[in-house]
């Protein structure tokens, strides 16, 4: 079983940037995509972006011409680039096989100030 593992969250100005990463122990390739997702305090998980195995992308309209969702099959990482944030993208941010099975892990936290 591949795990995944989320980190690059933190607490940052609106119309600020941050680089999320999902690191793969084992080999990412299993996945046919992956996705971020997030969950805000209150709010049920969203889907926010996936990427396909060959690399091809989908974005919520939130996310849409701010984020940017990408891949490194040798590192086994996937990434999420987050521009512009604004105070309503604070959240806990998962990656995850997509679709999601049930299975999350721990997530990282994404805090945006006004």
């Known amino acids: 079983q591949v795990q995944l593992v989320e980190s690059g969250g933190g607490l940052v100005q609106a119309g600020g940037s941050l680089r999320l990463t999902c690191a793969a122990y084992g080999n990412i390739n299993i996945f046919v995509a992956i996705a971020w997702y997030r969950q805000a305090p209150g709010k049920q998980r969203e889907l926010v972006a996936t990427?396909?195995?060959?690399?091809?992308?989908t974005y919520a309209d939130s996310a849409k011409d701010r984020f940017t969702i990408s891949r490194d099959n040798i590192q086994n990482t996937v990434y999420l680039q987050m521009n512009s944030l604004r105070p309503e993208d604070t959240a806990v941010y998962y990656c995850?096989?997509?679709?999601?099975?049930?299975?999350w892990g721990q997530g990282t936290q994404v805090s945006i100030s006004s």
């Open positions: 995850s096989e997509y679709p999601n099975l049930g299975s």
């Open positions: 990427i396909t195995r060959g690399g091809s992308t």
